[in-house]
């Protein structure tokens, strides 16, 4: 039937954990580009430009309607046609970060959404301009409701790392893959990687979890 | 050259992919909904063994990525002696993945039919069986069916995985013209669009249908 070997397996795991670290700078990296543009991404589709709105609205459905795999390709190869040469690590965050960061402004527009409208207008009351009124007023109140979307993410990002060994960044897949065709063997290099990421996703969304609720309870919203 | 003389040039080659596309969609999407539902209706049973399998299925697809999934199934299962070719292994992989994430709204769209349906199938003495397929499914069928819509966009994108287990689709067939053309912009521009319009004009509008079809059914539009 099948043969797993061990001292293959030990052997294997120093390059599978660093290729690890690799994955989660990734994970982490592109999450921090999509945090950032998904709230911009946010906030420009509530601007009273129409034609703004319209673009960016448009924008986000067609990336989230078009695989990551081929925006990552897409990146990688385009930019030397035009003569930006990215590397493989760089298209790849740029790629990551983009398409999550569709996906978190929407997480952020139903979060803005959920503020009262009385928020608003005591913020215009108060004669606060459009920057004060969302970092003083709005945004303090719109995170909470947006965390546990937030947190969702965080662990798709992660499982989604996988698509950059397309473009050779040497996260988990990458090195599963290479050591595989070194020895001839796939069996431990893609089952340990199945046990990697169940080991970092199944406890991460428990600790989202956990977080979320403590930061609500800071918040004193129960 | 411009994508629409781009496009003139390949059409034959894209739309050989995008038919790939649409195959490996269809079967992961008849594969994903029976595994939904078998999976959703196990987590609710009160059989301990049904419960605990259907956890650890959904964990295990929840919590690994589609592409680890789909090489194990490609790479990992020819050594248990269970050989299958890469078009199956790539719809299989996939509606099993989409499965376990389907399985959670099965189980959330029947958490959500009222008690009182409960209670009035078993005061008119039907069985469980007659209960849950006669009242309790097609109601929370309607109640699950827009997150299902968001589920087969995901589903949709995640068949490009499939190119990597070298399946002829959109995915692939692009990426091989772009080795031999390096007309990246136009080739990748090209894909980018007709996985928009096959999400945007047809999963989601069908999606809409479906909705207000099952609606009307149900005597609620």
Sequence with gaps: MFDWK???????????????????????AGYAIALVLGLALAIAQRSPYRGLTFVVREFVEFIRSTPL????????????????????????????????????????????????????????ALNMTTVQ???????????????????????????????????????????????????????????????????????AAGLIRLAEGRVRRKLGLK | ??????????????????????????????????????????????????????????????????????????????????????????????GMNIGAYGAELVRGGILSVPKGQWEAALAIN?????????????????NMLPPWGNLMIELLKGTALVSLISVADLMFETKQINGSTFLSAQAFGAALIIYYVLARFMVTPFMRWLEAYMARKMGRA
């Design chain 1, 6 to 28: 061990w001292e293959f397996a030990w052997e294997i795991l120093p390059r599978l954990v660093s290729a690890t670290g690799n994955t989660l700078l990734a994970a982490g």
């Design chain 1, 133 to 203: 009124k969302y970092r003083r007023v709005i945004i303090p109140q719109a995170i909470p409701s947006a965390l546990s979307g937030m947190g969702n993410y965080l662990v798709g990002i992660f499982k989604d790392t996988p698509m950059l060994s397309v473009i050779g960044v040497a996260e988990l897949i990458h090195t599963a893959n290479a050591i595989g065709s070194e020895h001839y063997r796939f069996l431990e290099p893609f089952t340990m990687v199945g046990i990697i990421f169940l080991a970092i996703s199944l406890p």
């Design chain 1, 69 to 124: 795999l081929l925006q990552i390709f897409f990146i990688f190869y385009v930019g030397p046609q035009f003569g930006i040469r990215l590397s493989p690590w760089m298209s790849g965050m740029i790629a990551i970060g983009l398409h999550y960061s569709c996906y978190l402004s929407e997480v952020y527009r139903g979060g803005i959404e959920s503020v009262p409208k009385g928020q608003w207008e005591a913020a215009i």
């Design chain 2, 126 to 142: 039907m069985s469980p069986a007659q209960r849950m397929r006669r009242i309790i499914l097609p109601q929370a069928l309607v």
């Design chain 2, 1 to 94: 050259m411009n994508i629409f003389d781009f496009v003139i040039q390949y059409w034959p080659r894209l739309l050989a992919g995008t038919g790939m596309t649409v195959a490996q969609f269809f079967l992961a999407a008849v594969l994903g909904v029976a595994i939904a539902l078998l999976m959703g209706l196990m987590k609710l049973s009160s059989n301990k063994l049904l419960r605990g399998s259907a956890v650890t299925y959904i964990e295990i697809f929840r919590g690994t990525s589609l592409l680890v999934q789909l090489y194990w199934i490609f790479f990992v299962l020819p050594l248990f002696g269970l050989s299958i070719d890469k078009f199956t292994a790539g719809y299989v992989a996939v």
